[in-house]
Each structure stands twice: as structure tokens, then as C-alpha cells.
């Protein structure tokens, strides 16, 4: 048999080592159209803002070829400084763009729900909202692309 501790060390070193390669699976898939992928496996699902500032969400296979909305339903909160905005969204030139735009200012979170369909269970995905241009990657820093994507960094 092999001794206790011997076990404990075999769990820590496979733990660290699936802690590893999710760090380096989490680096940011650029989406097509510029903005932030927020799945990790397809149907992929964009999120842009659009420069009226209302959102756009696309769907995507794994070889990131567009993919027209079918049943899937999307609606989003924008959790602003001045207060919570609920968005509903309308198919247009095989996206789904906000019926209304997102709350003035940036630095906030935005909760996007997507349902595949009307009786599917809803997926969660939070946007941190910041709307300055990365310096790097040139992407709108909530769709940022570079190393350190998600974390705190400066450009």
C-alpha cells in the first residue's frame, strides 16, 4: 500500500495541475465582430456594444462561423451606478440587438442570460463594463483579449 502521506502529495500535485490548465484554457477567445466571447465551448455566444451603445449578441459554431438565432432567448441586466436596467433583445441581420441601450457611463456589471430555448435552463454570464479602448489588443476593455484579460492591468 502506499503511505498516506504519498496519496496526499499525488492529490495536491493532479489538483495543481488542473488548476494549471484551466488558467491556460481561460485566455479569451476574441470574438468576430470585436467583442467578448463568453462561452468556452460552442455555440459560442458574443457580446458587443454597439457604438449606440445598445447590445449585440451573436452565436457562433466551434470554427467561430456565424450561426443565426434560432429559439434562444436573451435578456440582460446592466447593474449601473444608477440603478439596475433590465434589456430585452430583437433578432436583426442574424444577431439579437437590445431593444434599448445600456445605461449611461461604464465601470459596471452587466448580466447577460442566455435560454437555448423557452423551456431550456438559463446560462449566466457577467460582463465587467468598461468601455475605454485596451492599448494592446484595441479591443474595448470588457472584450480585452490581452495576457492578463480579467485582471487588473494597465493600458
Known amino acids: 500500500m502506499y503511505p498516506m502521506k504519498s496519496i496526499r502529495h499525488l492529490a495536491l500535485l493532479v489538483l495543481a495541475a488542473v488548476a494549471t490548465a484551466?488558467?491556460?484554457?481561460?485566455?479569451p477567445?476574441?470574438?468576430?465582430k470585436g467583442?467578448?466571447?463568453?462561452?468556452t465551448d460552442s455555440p459560442h455566444v458574443e457580446f458587443l456594444v454597439a457604438p449606440d451603445h445598445t447590445v449585440v449578441v451573436s452565436f457562433y459554431d466551434k470554427d467561430l462561423k456565424p450561426v443565426a438565432p434560432g429559439g434562444q432567448?436573451?435578456?440582460a441586466v446592466?447593474?449601473?451606478?444608477?440603478g439596475k436596467a433590465?434589456?430585452?433583445?430583437?433578432?436583426?441581420?442574424?444577431?439579437?440587438v437590445s431593444t434599448t441601450p445600456l445605461p449611461e457611463g461604464d465601470g459596471y456589471r452587466i448580466v447577460l442570460q442566455v435560454r437555448d430555448n423557452a423551456g431550456a435552463k438559463?446560462?449566466?454570464?457577467?460582463?465587467?463594463f468598461?468601455?475605454?479602448v485596451c492599448g494592446e489588443c484595441k479591443h474595448a476593455e470588457y472584450a480585452c483579449v490581452c495576457d492578463e484579460a480579467g485582471g487588473k492591468h494597465d493600458h
Open 29 to 32: 477567445i476574441p470574438g468576430p
Open 130 to 132: 468598461h468601455d475605454e
Open 122 to 128: 438559463p446560462k449566466n454570464y457577467r460582463v465587467e
Open 78 to 82: 446592466a447593474e449601473a451606478k444608477t
Open 35 to 39: 467583442g467578448k466571447i463568453v462561452t
Open 86 to 96: 433590465n434589456l430585452s433583445f430583437n433578432a436583426k441581420d442574424g444577431s439579437l
Open 22 to 27: 484551466t488558467a491556460f484554457a481561460a485566455k
Open 73 to 75: 432567448i436573451v435578456t
